[in-house]
């Protein structure tokens, strides 16, 4: 499934980033890019010592061709899912290289609920921030459904990031014995 | 009733000054005394003397003083501390070159520090996150902020779920802790955890001693459940020694692999791999004086035994069935035949283990078939019912106290088991043996390559009157090479060391010293069998 995931998001990489350097006048670098990534994923197939930095340096060129491309004048939302893409790719690999033997099916579904929520709210974090500059001509419907889900998201990220603290908290309190 | 504390003290009463001080100095001194005169080059002292670094500054200075005033020289306090002293040192020059990497400023060492796998993913992100904000921040652009955001969430993702913390238990078992070179012991580590969260993924490995041959897998990759358990389970073997675990690392992964949390806890056990013994068949030996107790050894008095010893006029009392009729009949009187006794005998071995009588050809080590040589002789002496003593002459000596039967060979086995070459410039020449450790004209049994420095001392301990047999490997077969079968240098230099050894041989021999010269490729029995097989006192 993961591999399927890795895939997937290595192919939007690509085709945003053809996209996305073809309106900023790079076409070639585009598809330089895009061949490189989807070179890394068919060859990632064959585990190797020189191969450990490359999920790396994919990730560091993604994001340079896509930041140059929005400052060269391409559009903001295939940039902005380059970045999503790319780092779900990098961050797939490198789950893939630690589980080389088939993962547990309860770790795979973790894994993909938190690498699918990180990289949801990135998205949408980043299109609301793209819209609000107003770089994204969205409906204002879509746009509020689009916030308020990012803003749910964040807000759950803060919380789960304070329980363990107020856990800690609670417990110093719990731990005072009571008298009569 | 008057005690000797109370005489002491009555003494001491009689000086001026404190007498319960006296009497502490006192004993301080002889304490420091006997250290000197006994106990500078025993090994068990030298240990706890290395543990606890040496005396205190006041005992230490007391001792030199006790020295020079006594002996009018230095030695033993020097030997004790020369030794400390290059510890002390060896330890703190590994921890500067472990704290110091030389030719890397601090800028570079922070780099190789922020590098770490431990933390490069997560500072990966983080950093191409902070650019890209830095760079839509300056340049006011809303696209290079909009894809800032991606990397900021998964920078921050861990905290989302930080990794619980956990308390471990470890367990190992080694069955058997004690193994024969080349027979697999199994180890278990069981890991219990207590804490409230699952840990999602975990990399235990199991910190095997160096030099150890693992079968299977001494790490665990992947879940641990609250309360859960993991079990690490492998086969492990090796060449004689003493194998130290120090316990087991555990490396706990964030999910997306951005953090890692890395804990050690010790749980030492030690594996002993004892050497091979091989079953010796026939090993006679004959010293002057045997114990009391029954044995096998001929003692030279008549008594219960079966071998014959002689007769005598029979006299009431002797068992009838012990008359030997064709003398009576010779001499017309009742003549009864004598037996002589067997008993058991004190045997020390003395195992050479001097860097200068080491020969090694490539991973072989002559030294290893000496260890061999001296299990399998100190198994088949015990066997026989005496009683049997160990001495590892190398760097330091180290005894085992003679004793009978299967705890000594445990003792004997684990003694062999961490003995090791050495270097020390007293014990670099047989002459400092030291003889008070064994019976006076017991047997003594050297196994040892032999020098020919070595002659003297050993014609020394014969003429004592300790009955001598020397188990020789030959080195010289040991260390040819065949590559070098056909080359004239290689075949003179092996012929002159061949005459050399024989001469040194037989220069033992004519001091009454019995030598088995053995050629560590053929079983050690066979040439026991050649040299004493039909010895007779």
Known sequence: MIRWVRLASACATSLSLVLLLSEAGF????????????????SARFPSRTRRYLPHMILVINTVASAWGALAGGPAVPAVVVAVASLLSWNASLFLERWQDTPLPVVERRYLRRVGGTAALGLGGGLSAVALQGQLSLPFPFL????????????????????????????????????? | MVDFIFLQLKLALREPGCPICRLTRDVERRFLFYALYENVNDGTTRTHLVRS?????????????????????????????EDLTARVLATLTAYLESSVTPGRTSLARLVVRWLRPKRFNRSLVALLSVMLLLAGLWLRHSALLGMALPYLFFTLAPLWRAQPKAEWEVKRRIEPDQTWAGQPCRVRVLLSC???????????RDEIAQGIRVDGSPTYHG?????????????????????????????????????QDETFISCPDHL?????????????????????????????????????????????????????????????????????????????????????????RGEESLFEHSVRAAASLAEYFLGQGNRVGLLVYGRLIHWTIPGYGKGQKAKILRSLVEAELGDHLVFKELKNLPTNLFPSESQIVL??????????????????????????????????????????????????ARLEREITLARLRRGGVLVVDWDVTTPLWAPLKQSMGGRRR
């Open chain 1, 27 to 42: 076409g070639w670098v585009g598809i330089i890019a895009a061949v490189g990534n989807l070179l890394w994923v068919g």
């Open chain 1, 144 to 180: 509020l459904v689009a916030m308020v889900c990012t803003g749910l998201l964040i807000i759950r990220l803060f919380s789960q990031a304070l329980r363990p603290a107020r856990q800690e908290h609670g417990r110093e309190d719990s731990a005072v014995p009571f008298k009569r």
């Open chain 2, 53 to 81: 670094l040496g005396f205190c500054p006041r005992h230490a200075w007391d001792m030199q003083a006790t020295e020079q005033g006594r002996w009018k020289d230095g030695m033993g306090t020097a030997a004790i501390y």
């Open chain 2, 194 to 204: 207590s804490g409230n969260a699952c840990l999602e993924e975990l990399w235990i």
């Open chain 2, 223 to 259: 879940t641990v459940e609250v309360g859960g358990r993991c079990e690490l389970t492998y086969a492990a073997d090796g060449v004689r020694g003493r194998y130290d675990f120090a316990g087991v690392t555990i490396r706990s992964v964030d999910l997306l692999g951005l953090t």
């Open chain 2, 272 to 360: 002993f791999v004892l050497p091979t013994v091989e079953r010796l068949r026939e090993v006679r030996i004959s010293p002057r004086r045997t114990r009391m107790y029954a044995g096998v050894i001929r003692s030279g008095e008549s008594g219960t035994g079966v071998e014959f010893f002689g007769t005598r006029a029979y006299v009431p009392g002797d068992p009838l069935r012990h008359l030997n009729w064709k003398a009576g009949a010779r001499w017309d009187l009742l003549i009864t035949n004598l037996f002589e006794q067997e008993r058991a005998a004190d045997v020390g071995i003395i195992l050479d283990a001097r860097m200068i009588a080491e020969v090694r």
């Open chain 2, 447 to 496: 196994v040892s390559p032999l020098m020919a420095e070595d002659v003297y001392p050993l014609r020394y301990l014969r003429a004592l009157g300790y009955r001598v047999l020397i188990v020789s490997p030959d080195p010289i077969p040991f260390e040819r090479d065949d590559a070098l079968a056909r080359d004239e240098c290689a075949v003179l230099a092996g012929r002159i």
